[in-house]
Protein backbone atom coordinates (compact mmCIF):
# COMPACT_ATOMS: atom_id res chain seq x y z
CA UNK A 1 0.00 0.00 0.00
CA UNK A 2 1.16 3.30 -0.75
CA UNK A 3 2.14 5.84 2.43
CA UNK A 4 2.82 9.36 2.71
CA UNK A 5 5.43 10.80 4.96
CA UNK A 6 6.40 14.45 6.15
CA UNK A 7 8.87 15.85 8.18
CA UNK A 8 9.19 17.74 10.54
CA UNK A 9 5.84 17.54 11.77
CA UNK A 10 6.67 20.81 13.93
CA UNK A 11 8.71 23.43 13.39
CA UNK A 12 9.77 27.04 14.96
CA UNK A 13 12.28 29.05 13.11
CA UNK A 14 13.38 33.03 13.28
CA UNK A 15 12.83 35.40 10.77
CA UNK A 16 15.62 35.83 8.13
CA UNK A 17 16.29 31.39 8.54
CA UNK A 18 16.10 29.09 5.92
CA UNK A 19 13.21 26.65 5.85
CA UNK A 20 13.55 22.95 4.50
CA UNK A 21 10.36 20.70 4.22
CA UNK A 22 10.51 16.86 3.15
CA UNK A 23 7.71 15.09 1.72
CA UNK A 24 7.79 11.16 0.54
CA UNK A 25 6.24 8.70 -0.93
CA UNK A 26 6.07 5.12 -0.88
CA UNK A 27 4.42 2.19 -2.48
CA UNK A 28 3.88 3.83 -6.23
CA UNK A 29 5.91 5.57 -8.87
CA UNK A 30 5.77 8.59 -10.98
CA UNK A 31 3.03 10.45 -8.84
CA UNK A 32 1.83 13.88 -8.83
CA UNK A 33 3.00 15.92 -5.79
CA UNK A 34 1.57 19.14 -4.13
CA UNK A 35 1.76 21.26 -1.31
CA UNK A 36 -0.39 23.07 -0.06
CA UNK A 37 -0.46 25.73 2.71
CA UNK A 38 -3.55 25.63 5.50
CA UNK A 39 -3.55 29.28 6.99
CA UNK A 40 -5.38 29.81 10.53
CA UNK A 41 -6.90 26.35 10.08
CA UNK A 42 -8.68 27.00 7.47
CA UNK A 43 -8.61 27.40 3.73
CA UNK A 44 -6.14 24.99 1.64
CA UNK A 45 -3.70 27.37 -0.74
CA UNK A 46 -2.35 25.34 -3.40
CA UNK A 47 1.74 26.62 -3.61
CA UNK A 48 3.08 23.64 -5.93
CA UNK A 49 2.35 20.37 -7.93
CA UNK A 50 4.87 18.17 -9.43
CA UNK A 51 4.39 16.07 -12.37
CA UNK A 52 7.84 14.29 -12.74
CA UNK A 53 11.47 15.10 -11.38
CA UNK A 54 12.73 18.26 -11.86
CA UNK A 55 9.25 19.50 -13.01
CA UNK A 56 7.54 22.09 -10.76
CA UNK A 57 4.86 24.51 -11.34
CA UNK A 58 4.63 27.66 -8.81
CA UNK A 59 0.44 28.48 -8.32
CA UNK A 60 1.49 31.76 -6.33
CA UNK A 61 4.22 34.00 -6.00
CA UNK A 62 5.66 34.02 -3.07
CA UNK A 63 8.58 32.95 -0.76
CA UNK A 64 8.96 30.02 -1.23
CA UNK A 65 10.32 27.22 -4.04
CA UNK A 66 9.93 23.60 -4.23
CA UNK A 67 12.18 21.00 -5.45
CA UNK A 68 12.14 17.56 -6.68
CA UNK A 69 15.35 15.52 -6.99
CA UNK A 70 13.88 11.93 -7.00
CA UNK A 71 10.63 10.75 -7.89
CA UNK A 72 9.06 10.37 -4.96
CA UNK A 73 10.42 13.37 -3.15
CA UNK A 74 8.88 16.41 -2.96
CA UNK A 75 10.88 19.28 -0.44
CA UNK A 76 9.18 22.67 0.14
CA UNK A 77 12.00 25.53 0.70
CA UNK A 78 12.71 29.30 1.88
CA UNK A 79 16.01 31.32 1.79
CA UNK A 80 14.98 33.69 4.43
CA UNK A 81 11.37 33.10 6.50
CA UNK A 82 9.00 35.47 6.47
CA UNK A 83 6.28 35.77 9.94
CA UNK A 84 3.59 35.66 7.05
CA UNK A 85 5.08 32.23 5.84
CA UNK A 86 3.94 30.14 9.26
CA UNK A 87 1.18 27.94 8.77
CA UNK A 88 0.26 24.29 8.57
CA UNK A 89 2.07 22.78 5.43
CA UNK A 90 0.57 19.80 3.58
CA UNK A 91 2.08 17.50 1.23
CA UNK A 92 -0.23 15.48 -0.91
CA UNK A 93 0.11 12.42 -3.94
CA UNK A 94 -1.93 11.28 -6.72
CA UNK A 95 -1.48 8.60 -9.52
CA UNK A 96 0.28 9.85 -12.10
CA UNK A 97 -0.85 6.83 -14.89
CA UNK A 98 -3.46 4.46 -14.91
CA UNK A 99 -6.97 5.52 -14.06
CA UNK A 100 -6.85 8.56 -12.35
CA UNK A 101 -9.96 8.70 -9.97
CA UNK A 102 -8.90 12.15 -9.07
CA UNK A 103 -8.36 12.59 -4.97
CA UNK A 104 -5.67 13.30 -3.34
CA UNK A 105 -3.81 11.92 -0.59
CA UNK A 106 -2.36 14.31 2.02
CA UNK A 107 0.46 13.50 4.73
CA UNK A 108 -0.15 15.08 8.07
CA UNK A 109 1.57 18.10 7.51
CA UNK A 110 4.13 20.48 9.36
CA UNK A 111 3.12 23.26 11.13
CA UNK A 112 6.07 26.32 11.25
CA UNK A 113 5.92 29.06 13.40
CA UNK A 114 8.11 31.79 12.60
CA UNK A 115 9.17 34.46 15.32
CA UNK B 1 -11.91 29.17 -13.73
CA UNK B 2 -13.65 26.40 -10.72
CA UNK B 3 -14.26 26.91 -7.46
CA UNK B 4 -16.21 26.24 -4.32
CA UNK B 5 -18.23 27.78 -1.82
CA UNK B 6 -18.89 26.32 1.81
CA UNK B 7 -21.54 29.08 2.94
CA UNK B 8 -21.35 27.63 6.70
CA UNK B 9 -17.88 28.36 8.81
CA UNK B 10 -19.76 26.50 11.59
CA UNK B 11 -22.22 23.68 11.98
CA UNK B 12 -23.78 22.56 15.19
CA UNK B 13 -25.81 19.75 15.92
CA UNK B 14 -27.02 17.06 18.31
CA UNK B 15 -25.72 13.91 18.79
CA UNK B 16 -27.93 10.89 16.77
CA UNK B 17 -29.29 14.28 14.92
CA UNK B 18 -29.04 13.86 11.20
CA UNK B 19 -26.39 16.33 9.67
CA UNK B 20 -25.93 18.52 7.04
CA UNK B 21 -22.43 20.20 5.43
CA UNK B 22 -23.54 22.51 2.57
CA UNK B 23 -21.42 22.97 -0.61
CA UNK B 24 -21.33 24.35 -3.80
CA UNK B 25 -19.48 24.91 -6.99
CA UNK B 26 -18.98 26.17 -10.10
CA UNK B 27 -16.54 24.60 -12.98
CA UNK B 28 -16.99 23.83 -16.58
CA UNK B 29 -17.81 20.91 -17.78
CA UNK B 30 -18.83 17.87 -15.67
CA UNK B 31 -17.52 18.14 -12.24
CA UNK B 32 -15.13 16.03 -10.17
CA UNK B 33 -16.28 16.62 -6.64
CA UNK B 34 -14.95 15.60 -3.37
CA UNK B 35 -15.49 15.97 0.85
CA UNK B 36 -12.38 15.59 3.14
CA UNK B 37 -12.43 15.60 6.71
CA UNK B 38 -9.59 16.95 8.58
CA UNK B 39 -9.00 16.75 12.59
CA UNK B 40 -6.69 19.00 14.84
CA UNK B 41 -3.58 18.84 13.78
CA UNK B 42 -4.20 16.63 11.22
CA UNK B 43 -3.95 15.91 7.50
CA UNK B 44 -7.09 15.73 5.29
CA UNK B 45 -8.86 12.07 5.01
CA UNK B 46 -10.83 11.65 2.36
CA UNK B 47 -14.28 11.03 2.90
CA UNK B 48 -16.25 10.49 -0.77
CA UNK B 49 -16.12 11.57 -4.07
CA UNK B 50 -18.64 12.14 -7.00
CA UNK B 51 -17.16 11.54 -10.68
CA UNK B 52 -20.47 9.92 -12.67
CA UNK B 53 -23.38 7.80 -11.99
CA UNK B 54 -25.73 7.57 -9.22
CA UNK B 55 -26.17 11.19 -7.70
CA UNK B 56 -26.39 10.14 -4.45
CA UNK B 57 -22.57 8.92 -3.16
CA UNK B 58 -21.53 7.06 -0.14
CA UNK B 59 -18.39 6.99 1.68
CA UNK B 60 -16.71 6.40 4.55
CA UNK B 61 -18.06 6.59 8.41
CA UNK B 62 -21.64 6.67 7.25
CA UNK B 63 -21.51 9.75 5.23
CA UNK B 64 -23.09 10.42 1.85
CA UNK B 65 -23.39 13.30 -0.31
CA UNK B 66 -25.58 14.13 -2.90
CA UNK B 67 -25.18 15.88 -6.40
CA UNK B 68 -27.49 18.36 -7.80
CA UNK B 69 -26.60 19.60 -10.99
CA UNK B 70 -29.31 21.84 -11.51
CA UNK B 71 -28.32 23.44 -7.97
CA UNK B 72 -24.67 23.17 -8.85
CA UNK B 73 -24.57 22.03 -5.09
CA UNK B 74 -22.75 18.48 -3.41
CA UNK B 75 -23.60 18.70 0.26
CA UNK B 76 -22.41 16.24 2.98
CA UNK B 77 -25.09 14.63 4.61
CA UNK B 78 -25.19 11.47 7.90
CA UNK B 79 -28.43 10.43 9.06
CA UNK B 80 -27.01 10.38 12.53
CA UNK B 81 -24.17 12.36 14.20
CA UNK B 82 -21.92 11.51 16.09
CA UNK B 83 -19.15 13.69 18.71
CA UNK B 84 -16.58 11.61 17.06
CA UNK B 85 -17.75 13.14 13.75
CA UNK B 86 -16.63 16.66 14.91
CA UNK B 87 -13.89 18.22 13.00
CA UNK B 88 -12.99 20.56 9.74
CA UNK B 89 -14.90 19.33 7.00
CA UNK B 90 -13.46 20.21 3.02
CA UNK B 91 -15.53 20.37 0.15
CA UNK B 92 -13.32 20.57 -3.39
CA UNK B 93 -13.65 20.16 -7.09
CA UNK B 94 -11.68 19.14 -9.62
CA UNK B 95 -12.23 19.82 -13.46
CA UNK B 96 -12.55 16.88 -15.26
CA UNK B 97 -9.41 17.20 -17.69
CA UNK B 98 -6.08 18.95 -17.68
CA UNK B 99 -5.89 19.98 -14.21
CA UNK B 100 -3.87 18.02 -11.59
CA UNK B 101 -5.34 19.35 -8.54
CA UNK B 102 -7.92 20.37 -6.04
CA UNK B 103 -10.01 23.60 -5.27
CA UNK B 104 -10.73 23.71 -1.50
CA UNK B 105 -13.56 25.45 0.01
CA UNK B 106 -12.84 27.30 3.25
CA UNK B 107 -13.85 24.63 5.69
CA UNK B 108 -16.95 24.29 7.89
CA UNK B 109 -16.30 23.31 11.15
CA UNK B 110 -18.58 20.73 12.48
CA UNK B 111 -19.66 20.00 16.48
CA UNK B 112 -21.48 17.34 17.21
CA UNK B 113 -22.95 18.56 20.87
CA UNK B 114 -22.85 15.94 23.14
Known amino acids: SQTIH ?6 VQPVGSPLSLECTVEGTSNPNLYWYRQAAGRGLQLLFYSVGIGQISSEVPQNLSASRPQDRQFILSSKKLLLSDSGFYLCAWTPNRGRVTG ?3 FGEGSRLTVL | AQSVAQPEDQVNVAEGNPLTVK ?8 PYLFWYVQYPNRGLQFLLKYITGDN ?3 GSYGFEAEFNKSQTS ?8 LVSDSALYFCAVRAPTGANNLFFGTGTRLTVIP
Open chain 2, 23 to 30: CTYSVSGN
Open chain 1, 6 to 11: QWPATL
Open chain 2, 74 to 81: FHLKKPSA
Open chain 2, 56 to 58: LVK
Open chain 1, 103 to 105: ELF
